[in-house]
């Protein structure tokens, strides 16, 4: 059962304009989410987080929101370079310390920016 | 910033053998190392929490005879396949915890590719 879910598996968009990243999660207890970013052969690196006690959190051209009614979460990226193409992974955990730590992955979605 | 390793970066083994995978945590110690699994369009599958010191705590489903974790000190974590097989091809990514700012940051390796002919 996943947990985590990003339905889209692959995004375009063109280099000045916002890319959208969606993530839906189902399981209640999740209370801290991460986005990553994976370059091929290459592990995650991670980009942006929040707290459910959150509704946004920004970091520059990275804004992350979660809506926790909907059980969902995005990642916005304004403006987008083509340095940004990536897989991007959404994560999810319950707590975000400790060695009980755990992370749950999507599936990932591969955005692609066109100059 | 927090920087991981893996060593090797790449593998191809006969069907039987065993494999050894290193994690170093490069400029930090890391009390938790954990070890994942990717296959091709699958998300990152995690397999084992590795505490220094103390035995691995595997998710459901994982054979621990199967994949032997070792975690013998702040900055080392291993990991072996043993009896390695076809199935066992994937890509093995781990990650160290750095307690920095008052929360934990999970820093993930570059991966390694296990191929198993």
């Known amino acids: 059962d996943q947990q985590v879910k990003q339905n889209s598996p692959s995004l375009s968009v063109q280099e000045g304009r916002i890319s959208i990243l969606n993530c839906d999660y189902t399981?209640?207890?999740?209370?801290?989410f991460l986005w990553y970013k994976k370059y091929p052969a290459e592990g995650p690196t991670f980009l942006i987080s929040?707290?459910?006690?959150?509704d946004k959190n920004e970091d520059g051209r990275f804004t992350v929101f979660l809506n926790k009614s909907a059980k969902h979460l995005s990642l916005h990226i304004v403006p987008s370079q083509p340095g940004d193409s990536a897989v991007y992974f959404c994560?999810?955990?319950?707590?975000?310390?400790?060695?009980?730590?755990?992370?749950?992955f999507g599936k990932g979605t591969l955005l692609t920016v066109n100059p | 910033g927090a920087v991981v390793s893996q060593h090797p970066s790449w593998v191809i083994c006969k069907s039987g053998t065993s494999v050894k995978i290193e994690c170093r945590s490069l400029?930090?110690?890391?009390?938790?190392m954990f070890w994942y699994r990717q296959f091709p369009k699958q998300s990152l599958m995690l397999m084992a929490t590795?505490?220094?010191?103390?035995?691995?705590?595997?998710e459901q489903g994982v054979e621990k005879d199967k994949f032997l974790i070792n975690h013998a000190s702040l900055t080392l974590s291993t990991l072996t396949v043993t009896s390695a097989h076809p199935e066992d091809s994937s890509f093995y990514i781990c990650?160290?915890?750095?307690?920095?700012?008052?929360?934990?940051?999970?820093?993930f390796g570059p991966g390694t590719r296990l191929t198993v002919l």
């Open positions: 994560a999810a955990s319950v707590g975000s310390g400790g060695s009980n730590y755990k992370l749950t």
């Open positions: 399981n209640s207890m999740f209370d801290y």
């Open positions: 990650s160290a915890t750095s307690r920095a700012g008052g929360s934990d940051t999970q820093y």
């Open positions: 929040i707290s459910s006690i959150k």
């Open positions: 400029d930090f110690q890391a009390t938790t």
């Open positions: 590795s505490n220094e010191g103390s035995k691995a705590t595997y």
